[in-house]
């Protein structure tokens, strides 16, 4: 609408069928050791066709297959006890690609205590994307995150104000009972990153 009320419309022209249900299959699988990790997935196995990205009966073929890999590492800086958390840092990289489209993440992710913060460059193929911010703080079960992404691409210059993202996690893992069930039991400890 234009600021007298009028409709504004555009050539955009709707699709036939809003409401589509389809069967889709991906796989991945991820390797680690105490100093390492990557993983490699694949989406969209089945390349269901949603009806919504046809375009002029050009698009038929299904949506196109996703890759991703990530790669990373924990730099222990300071171990922890029962009592307080170490003190960590974890360079990681993410390569994603669908048809033509890709991107690349690079960063980092580090904890001090119970506080920790992250830092991250987002690359699209073609241009710059964005900065990415993180900072929380974990207490108990429970692992309060904010993220801000600060835009540069050409998007910038539009008022978006970047992007705003607010997390809660609740880790089971760190509750009285689930410590009592691990002295009980071994199991495949993981990067403090995950946790």
């Known amino acids: 609408m234009d600021p007298s009320g009028a409709l ?25 050791t105490p100093h390492f990790y990557a993983g490699f997935s694949i989406r969209h196995l089945t390349q269901p066709e949603d009806g919504v990205l046809r375009v002029n009966d050009q698009i038929t073929d299904g949506w196109p297959l ?10 222990t800086l300071q171990k922890g006890n029962n009592r307080r958390a170490g003190s960590f840092i974890s360079p990681n990289i993410l390569v994603i690609r669908q048809a033509n489209f890709g991107q690349i993440n690079v960063g980092a992710y580090g904890g001090l205590g119970a506080f920790f913060v992250g830092t991250w460059y987002r690359h699209a193929w073609s241009n710059p994307d964005a900065l990415i911010f993180l900072g929380g703080v974990r207490y108990g079960i429970f692992k ?17 104000g ?7 996690i609740l880790n089971f893992e760190l509750s009285d009972a689930f410590k009592r069930q691990q002295q009980k039991n071994r199991f495949n400890d993981c990067f403090q990153l995950f946790r």
Do not use: C, K, W
């Not at 504004?8 to 680690?32: K, W």
């Not at 996703?66 to 730099?75: K, N, P, R, W």
């Open 8 to 32: 504004n419309p555009t050539a955009e022209q709707r699709p036939e069928n809003t409401a589509v249900t389809y069967f889709d299959i991906g796989a991945g699988m991820v390797v680690y």
């Open 66 to 75: 996703l890759y991703s890999l990530h790669v990373g590492t924990e730099i």
């Open 144 to 160: 309060i995150g904010y993220t801000y992404d600060l835009t540069l691409s050409q998007l910038a210059a539009a008022p978006s």
């Open 162 to 168: 970047g992007s705003h993202e607010l997390s809660l």
